[in-house]
């Protein structure tokens, strides 16, 4: 069974940090790209980081850049997004995604996680 299980959400002030992460299971790990998209109440669905599976630089949302950061642990087949200096406006569900991804997170999105919910505090 393939699963994606994000955790690490919850509740923080805003400057403060989070690190969720998505632990991958059921699948080959590096077969696929692994990203992160959040939607907000009321808002759409966007892509927040995503590794290109071209081999070309990992994308950031203008609106993160400088501030999270996307890593990976293939021994643990987990994947990583540090948030620093967090602010109201990323207040979302965080998804992890895992697929092919070219540029700005657009791509094939093959298997998605339940969402872990950030909440920022002004």
């Known amino acids: 069974e393939v699963q994606l299980q994000a955790s690490g959400g919850g509740l923080v002030q805003a400057g403060g940090s989070l690190r969720p992460s998505c632990a991958a299971s059921?699948?080959?790990?590096?077969?696929?790209?692994i990203g992160w998209f959040r939607q907000a109440p009321g808002k759409e669905r966007e892509g927040v980081s995503c590794?290109?599976?071209?081999?070309?630089?990992?994308y950031y949302a203008d609106s993160v850049k400088g501030r999270f950061t996307i890593s990976s642990d293939n021994a643990k087949n987990t994947v990583y997004l540090q948030m620093n200096s967090l602010k109201p406006e990323d207040t979302a569900v965080y998804y992890c995604?895992?697929?092919?991804?070219?540029?700005?997170?657009?791509?094939?999105?093959?298997?998605w996680g339940q969402g872990t919910l950030v909440t920022v505090s002004s």
């Open positions: 995604v895992a697929g092919w991804f070219e540029s700005s997170c657009l791509g094939v999105y093959d298997y």
């Open positions: 059921g699948f080959t790990f590096d077969d696929y790209a």
């Open positions: 590794p290109s599976s071209s081999g070309g630089s990992t």
